[in-house]
């Protein structure tokens, strides 16, 4: 596995996370979450400020491992990766943004939900897939479908993923990490309950560590 895979795997959950005031939330955020024991998170480009908010993110907590989620052109990772993103993660599969990622370095997770999808990702050799969105298209039993033809992924679901179903993906060995965003969601971010936000990161790292002792 390489490094940026291990240490996301290392951790186990990944915070979905959309800023829509960067500057005056960024720095916070990312301390409540490094406090939390989740030193990771995947910003989306959802929200126009989203390479602000990597940018503040990093600069508050150096040892948050910062990516940019809904990349959706390659004009959005030169701007991700500008502001210092470390891995990028696209809803879909594109092959040209896949290749573009391969060829500057920048780990790449594209969204894989189909035999189709993770035949393209096999052409790119990837080690590591998300599967998006995840409860949507068949959650669990799909992802360990799939993994009996295509033993060489580990997947990255997100997508309808709470602290009901975390354990459950988590005790899967196919599994190398959960994302989400409901340790970040619109109403904890915007009434800044900084607090909250590291109890249920907290909580969700005491899952991971529950589901890979039992597992
Ligand atoms: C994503 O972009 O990966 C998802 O929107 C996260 O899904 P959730 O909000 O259901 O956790």
Same mark, same amino acid.
């Given at each position: 596995?390489?490094? @940026? ?14 800023? /829509?005031?960067?500057?005056?939330? &960024?720095? =916070?955020?990312?301390? &409540?979450?490094?406090? #939390? %024991? @989740? ?12 390479? +602000?908010?990597?940018?503040? @993110? ?21 701007? =991700?990766?500008?502001? #210092? ?6 809803? #879909? ?5 896949? =290749? ?12 894989? +939900? ?10 790119? #050799?990837?080690?590591? $897939? ?10 669990? &039993? ?13 997947? @990255? ?5 709470? $602290?009901? /179903? ?12 959960? %994302? ?30 529950? =589901?890979?002792?039992? %597992?």
């Amino acid at each position: 596995m390489s490094d @940026m895979n291990a240490r996301i795997s290392a951790i186990g959950v990944v915070p979905v996370i959309k800023l /829509n005031h960067p500057e005056r939330d &960024a720095a =916070a955020l990312a301390h &409540a979450l490094c406090r #939390g %024991g @989740m030193p990771v998170a995947e910003v989306t480009f959802r929200a126009s400020g989203a390479d +602000t908010a990597i940018r503040l @993110m990093k600069e508050a907590c150096p040892e948050i491992i910062c990516g940019a989620g809904t990349v959706l052109t390659t004009e959005q990772v030169d701007r =991700a990766a500008a502001a #210092g993103a470390e891995f990028i993660v696209t809803p #879909g599969f594109d092959p040209e943004i896949v =290749a573009y990622c391969q060829k500057k370095g920048l780990p790449i997770y594209p969204g894989c +939900t189909t035999a189709t999808d993770y035949h393209a990702a096999l052409k790119f #050799g990837l080690e590591v $897939l998300k599967f998006f969105p995840a409860e949507q298209s068949g959650g669990l &039993a799909k992802i360990k479908a799939l993994s009996a033809p295509f033993p060489m992924f580990k997947i @990255m679901p997100t997508g309808g993923i709470s $602290l009901k /179903n975390l354990k459950d993906y988590l005790s899967s060995p196919v599994i190398c990490a959960c %994302g989400g965003s409901y340790m970040v969601t619109a109403d904890l971010i915007d009434n800044q309950k900084w607090d909250e936000i590291t109890a249920l990161c907290e909580q969700s790292i005491a899952i991971v560590k529950e =589901a890979r002792q039992n %597992g």
